[in-house]
Nanobody
């Protein structure tokens, strides 16, 4: 079974930066599709970025492309996914969720929530003007 846990949220002013971390604890060393989503109060989740751990291939939604960057670290039976958020805007204020799913190919690794069954509890990001 895989457990997913996020950390690193907080408060920052417009134009600032934050790094979110996600750790997926595995029972075996398979490739994962890992992704970040965000949810505004009363709204559905928005998929913003994904990374396939087997190749490092990444995907970014237009809303964050050029400002957010993903990177990963691999440890025995653990995968860490980092979301570096730069040039933050007030509109980036949301609860951010990490998700993971076993995947055979980077071609299917996209931040669509129906692809994921393993979710973290979420971490809050607040950007003030």
């Amino acid at each position: 079974q895989v457990q997913v846990e996020e950390s690193g949220g907080g408060s920052v002013e417009t134009g600032g930066s934050l790094r979110l971390s996600c750790v997926a604890s595995l029972s075996k060393s398979d490739s994962l599709c890992m992704a970040w989503f965000r949810q505004y109060p009363g709204n559905k989740r928005e998929g913003i970025a994904s990374l396939y751990t087997g190749t490092g291939d990444t995907y970014y939604a237009e809303s964050v492309k050029g400002r957010f960057t993903l990177s990963q670290e691999k440890f025995p039976n653990t995968r860490a996914l980092y979301l570096y958020m730069d040039a933050l805007k007030v509109d980036d204020t949301a609860t951010y969720y990490c998700a993971a799913a076993f995947s055979a190919s980077p071609d299917y690794c996209r931040p669509h929530d129906f692809l994921f069954t393993l979710w973290g509890q979420g971490t809050q990001v607040a950007v003030s003007s």
